[in-house]
């Protein structure tokens, strides 16, 4: 199947799962002309179409519940339930179970195909597999007030230190309106569990539409703004749909907050799937962290590593056990994770630039925040 009709395929079938926003999916096919990395962002059906063709090498590892699309921009900061300062991978809308190695191979061809790379592409995989297996040795979360207290100026960026967050929420009257009205608000079950989310005492609840993520684009996502002892708080809602995987592979249950509370994190309190849509808090410390621009200069071994060891700690607490996974790495040739890599984001590439030579494309409008 060709990628156009693969993603008009896959398009038709989100339509079942959800209402989707039309001028969304504009915004997305927009997005996915600007660079390969944002294509493989949007593009997660795809990959979990073709994978197995691309590399079947690793479809007979050992299976257990992964992150699927994890890439260089699948994380982020959030406060534990005892207000701790944590980083780790913050989506899990596509979990599934399925070979332990796309995992790693995903993250590892989403740094190749990474704008303004830093690192050599064979060290990078090097690095990856050692971060993995220190993290299988000790899994635990990243505490950026403790532990790993390096990882602060990853995690945090610029944005954070100018309070750029905030600033861009000042502007939310700028971002879509609900069905055309300034005083418009989401179904009723939405204002529910958006109000459910949010402390006693707010006051002038503020609701919008929000447009934003890659592959996500075009679920229905709403938030709410209210005031709240002085200042002002976020919340998220965001229709949950299965997995990509399970769209090629078959279906299988959510395991999206299996592996946001799983034994090794320490866990989003505020992060809940409710009526079949995702809730979260969203904060300056609470947020994904995007590179952007800046990825040369976080393309770093280090914090390259750090990822991997996250992603073990989140493997570690699967199905199959942490011997297996010692066991499956040590039999792999030398050179398996680059290999992959190398021929899954040669792929993702030739996509991309099939995507962008088509015309007739509406592309759309619309921005993110």
């Known amino acids: 199947m060709s990628f156009r009709d693969d993603n008009k395929a896959y398009e038709a079938w989100l339509a079942t799962q959800c209402d989707v926003v039309a001028d969304d999916i504009k915004a997305k096919h927009k997005l996915m002309k600007t660079n390969a990395f944002m294509f493989l962002r949007a593009t997660y059906f795809r990959w979990a179409r073709k994978i197995g063709t691309w590399c079947p090498e690793l479809m007979d590892a050992p299976k257990l519940l992964c992150v699927g699309d994890l890439h260089l921009e699948n994380f982020g900061t959030w406060r534990d339930a005892d ?3 944590v980083w780790g991978v913050n989506d899990f809308d596509e979990a599934a179970v399925m070979p332990y190695p796309l995992d790693l191979v995903r993250l ?4 190749r195909i990474a704008p303004d790379r830093a690192v050599d592409n064979r060290k990078a995989a090097a690095i990856l ?6 993290g299988l040795r000790v899994p635990q979360p990243a505490l950026l007030d403790e532990g790993e207290t390096w990882l602060r100026p990853y995690a945090i960026g610029t944005e954070l230190e100018a309070g750029e967050f905030w600033e861009k929420l000042g502007e939310v009257k700028k971002y879509p309106l609900i069905d055309g009205k300034s005083d418009g608000k989401p179904p009723r079950e939405i204002v529910q569990l958006l109000n459910a989310s949010l402390p006693k005492g707010t006051t002038n609840i503020l609701y919008r539409r929000r447009i934003a993520g890659g592959g996500s684009l075009g679920r229905p996502r709403y938030v ?8 002002r708080i976020l919340r998220e809602a965001k229709a949950c749909v299965p997995s990509a995987w399970t769209y090629v592979h078959g279906k299988q249950p959510s395991g999206l907050l299996e592996l946001a509370r799983g034994k090794y994190r320490a866990p989003d309190p505020f992060l809940d799937i409710r009526n079949r849509f995702v809730v979260r808090r969203l904060a300056p410390d609470s947020r994904k962290v995007e590179l952007n621009e ?3 200069t976080h393309i770093e071994g280090k914090f390259l590593q750090a990822m991997a060891f996250d992603l073990a700690s989140i493997h570690a607490a699967g199905s199959v056990g942490v011997d297996v996974l010692r066991r499956d790495l040590k039999k792999r040739p030398r050179g398996w994770l680059y290999n ?14 099939d995507w962008r030579s088509k015309r007739g494309w509406d592309d759309g409008g619309g921005g993110r925040w």
Do not use: P
């Open 129 to 134: 597999i050692k971060g993995y297996l220190e």
């Open 224 to 231: 709410a703004i209210a005031d709240w002892h002085g200042g």
């Open 83 to 85: 207000g701790r300062f």
């Open 108 to 111: 590892a061809a989403s740094i």
């Open 294 to 296: 800046r990825a040369a």
């Open 340 to 353: 992959a890599a190398k021929t899954a984001a040669s792929e993702v590439e030739k996509d991309f630039k």
